[in-house]
């Protein structure tokens, strides 16, 4: 995985203004391609050496964020590769699925390389996501999937798997590293022509003093975003910068990230905006594959033994979704 698992797809998704949590939820420490991918890949650089949790664990996990109910926003579904552990994926969109529209979270999304996708397009369609996002790179990110035969199979999977009703929308997230112009301008025909929903673009991370910093310096990245809104303006896609605040603050013209808010979101052009979530606490956790559970800035540290929230046990997660509405409560009250 190329970027931090903190993306979600929101294209025309109604969600109750209340749900504000964005649930990460690892499924495996699993994906062929760890090789392949190297240093690269941001899980490959942070995750520490420790036991995966069980299938049975997982399930009993996803069952408990299911219960949380509404005020979660979007869960989801990630791993190193989900798909490695299908039978996780589809168990949790199961039980997902047999809970009220008013008791169960806003929206349930994949977050995968696409590997074996186009072989649980049926099984999707009988239990759909609300989205589903794959990766494609340029070559200078070192990862596999900047591969020109990838591209073209990944497209064509997500569109397959939308048009069987197995996704509501479908999204592609690529890294940008130097030269992104002359790298990412040849997806960005593919990628329209698709009818992908969203193209999101986020800053390459490297290891930087036991934690993943952005490749490139402001000074470096805010340029060349500037440049791709402008030649990215006429596609169709909506086109989605996800930054952080600093960068966000920088090309809006001054507008701060709002503390109230999972995220905030800056139009630059029609089908062009910069999008950040919110630092504060409150708004965000993941429950890595060892059981730990980590805030955002736990996730983009290097080798971290034990998560700010502690290890899950039984019961944790309404423990955990409770805390931060409280959290959230306090900001607003700031």
């Not at 590293?177 to 593919?190: F, H, R, S, V």
Request: a neutral charge; aromatic letters at 6%; glycine letters at 6%.
């Amino acid at each position: 995985m190329s970027v931090v698992a903190e993306s979600a797809l929101e294209v025309d998704l109604e969600i109750e203004s209340n749900a504000q949590v964005l649930c990460n939820l690892e499924l495996n420490n699993t994906c062929r391609f760890t090789t392949d991918c190297g240093d690269a890949c941001i899980l490959n650089q942070i995750a520490p050496r420790a036991p995966a949790m069980s299938a049975q664990r997982v399930a009993q996990v996803g069952r408990e964020i299911i219960d949380a109910g509404d005020t979660i926003r979007h869960v989801v579904l990630a791993g190193k590769e989900p798909l490695e552990t299908p039978d996780r994926v589809l168990g949790f969109l199961h039980a997902y699925h047999q809970r009220p529209l008013n008791s169960r979270p806003g929206a349930v999304g994949l977050l995968t390389s696409g590997i074996n996708l186009d072989q649980h397009i049926d099984a999707f369609a009988r239990t759909p996501l609300s989205w589903c996002i794959t990766s494609l790179d340029a070559e200078r990110s070192g990862l596999r999937s900047t591969q020109a035969t990838k591209t073209n199979a990944s497209l064509q999977t997500l569109t397959d798997l939308k048009a069987a009703g197995g996704a509501r929308l479908i999204g592609i997230n690529s890294v940008v590293a130097m030269d992104a112009e002359t790298e990412l301008m040849p997806l960005a025909e593919q990628i329209d022509a698709a009818g992908v929903d969203q193209w999101a673009l986020s800053p390459l991370l490297v290891p930087h003093k036991g934690a993943m910093k952005p490749y490139l310096p402001l000074s470096l990245l805010a340029p060349q975003l500037e440049r791709l809104a402008h030649r990215l303006a006429n596609l169709r896609t909506v086109v989605s910068f996800d930054v952080d605040p600093a960068t966000f603050e920088r090309l809006s013209g001054g507008i701060g990230v709002a503390p109230d808010q999972w995220r905030s979101t800056f139009w630059l052009t029609s089908n062009v905006r910069l999008t950040a979530k919110s630092p504060a606490a409150g708004y965000f956790f993941r429950l890595r594959f060892d059981g730990q559970l980590l805030s955002r800035d736990d996730f983009l540290k290097q080798d971290l033994r034990e998560g700010t929230y502690g290890p899950y046990s039984a019961g944790r997660i309404k423990t955990l979704v409770d805390k931060l509405g409280q959290l959230r409560q306090q900001k607003v009250a700031a």
